[in-house]
């Protein structure tokens, strides 16, 4: 499916792109925004939008002519990385009329942009072939604080729906961003607006404004929604007049008309050819059940290399797959391509199976009020199955049956889970009239756990010795196993070996010894270290240590006492239990006391006893799926803050 940039607007063959020279006066619309007052905003903002303005003329043929306008003034040497102007296009199927760049220094002074600022590249470096490119002009080479950078572009393109969404801001504050549609006469438009209230537009005839002003800056947080979940968007749809014959773009009225359009567009490319019926039995020899069947499907998808090549975006290219047969004999193909070589292979054994669209990797991104297949970035694949099927990643849905979901792209999780991102996601099933708009489930934390079991010993000089075993699985499993598959060995190691070395500060790794169950869903990590120092000895009498050795793999950091956007967290277990030989001659002065507390989102365990010259340390966390609103942050910050002091509590020991 195609990226969130690639949803946008696609224009084609550029010309005419110029920087501005010294020569050439700056436009009168850019004089004005240089005079603008700008705010006092905090030293951490970068910039300030002066203006976004973007005015869209819509002909009855569909054709679209855009003309877009923004200053950026930049206030920090930090804010000079947004003074560039940008265009995704797509070759051969539209053009850039015109797009010029000033660079305006803060006395006004109109400053000459270099040759070389002007750029024409892939829009990805990922692809093998790509129909989509960017071409701009890149000022930031010029942007000193205190300087506005502006730039126009008018483009000609024509739409592949009659919908679109304008996002009023990136991550700067703006002080007037503006959206015109200039309809035929007739012609008429519905809005929806995302992330604050309703956005009305005024209305003169056929021509729809939008408007807002003093758009606050959007600091990123930690475990919060991605950007465009954050900012102000609006949905737009246009419409000809009833019954009037149109040749515009389509526009959807339920997500049912979207399962329509995505199931013509892609369902044909999924029929089994003979190869692929040979391949799915070959790949199917051993198995004994319809899980083992979709599994051994699933894992060799996986191991098809992802290459996304873009062809014909701007005619539906985006959301075509390629026919699983060409997938299959080429070895490689992109999401879409993935999931409909697989869908392939199933029908090749008598299961069913659908395409679903979904945008991975925020949750809160697809909004259920625009019925629109632009909201996806993503395809994955909903198979058919049975009562004797049982998984985690399993729905149940009305009209379709049990349906288990499932992400043949992603290389970490096997069938049966879902990744993380991906979970409690709006998604929409394609499967004709029948398919609709859906939620992915949400696995529970046990489903995630990491079970870690420490032997150490501990000498009279503070050193300690200690042996590592931890067991992961489900999406604890994926977050390893992602991490391993992409760095050599070595480098796998060195990252172990920087995070053993946070708690058990010098720590001297002598073993790493990784080993991946993928299908059944487990990775297993073995360590040995030792960490000298690591009791402190204080006055020749007292030893001091802290009982958690080593830091949880997966955890959250809520430092700030306030927050501007909700927490998100995802459903993790975890079980510890540290044993710790104590050194003869000392004995137990202070230990941890025993903790337990709970809340609507997460559950801490800890104790710490001695018994037979060994201390013995257990804890236990359960954090479940949630999006906690800023209402609650203080909650949210004092759990993990609790258990941040918890397991910096050390243990005494007194020299006898």
Sequence with gaps: MLDRLQRIVILASVAGVSAAGASEEAPDWLREAFTRKVPAYEAKVPGVVLLRETSTSVDETGRLVTSTREALRVLSR??????????????????????????????????KLPKEANYDKAYTTNNAYDDIRVRGIDGRSKADPGSVFGFEIVTQDRALFSQFEWDLQNRLPVLLSRRVLKLPTGWRADSVTFNQPELKPSVEGSTYTWEARDLPFVEPEPNSPRLFSLVPRVAITYFPPAGAKSSSAPAFASWQDVSRWVTAATEAQAQPSDAIVAKAKALTANAKTEFERIQAIGWFVQGVKYVSIQIGVGRGGGYRPKPADDVLVKEYGDCKDKATLMRALLKALGISSYLVAIYSGDRSYVQEGWPSPQQFNHAIVAVRVSDDTRAGAVIQHPVLGRLLLFDPTNGATPVGDLPNYEQGSPALIAADGQGDLIHTPETPPSANLSTREIQAILDPSGKLTARLSELFSGQSAASERAVYNDR???????????????????????????????????????????????????????????????????????????????????????????????PQGFKVDELPDPEKFETPFGKYVSSCEVSGGELVFARTLQIRSATIPVAQYQAVRQFFEHILNIEQTPVVLLRQ
């Design 78 to 111: 930090e804010g000079r990385a947004d003074a560039y102007a940008s265009q995704i296009y797509e070759t051969g199927n539209s053009k850039v009329r015109d797009m010029k760049a000033w660079m305006l220094a803060p006395s006004g002074e109109l400053l």
């Design 488 to 582: 050599s060995l070595p480098d796998f190691k060195k990252s172990i070996e920087n995070w053993i070395s946070l708690t058990a500060t010098g720590a001297l790794i002598s073993k790493v010894q990784p080993s991946d169950a993928f299908l059944q869903g487990r990775f297993r990590l073995e360590a040995e270290f030792e960490a000298p120092g690591y009791a402190q000895i204080r006055a020749n009498r007292l030893m001091i240590f802290k009982p958690a050795i080593v830091g949880r793999r997966q955890s959250v950091f809520l430092t700030e006492p306030k927050r501007s956007y909700p927490v998100l967290l995802n459903a993790v277990a975890f079980n510890e239990k540290v044993r710790v030989q104590l």
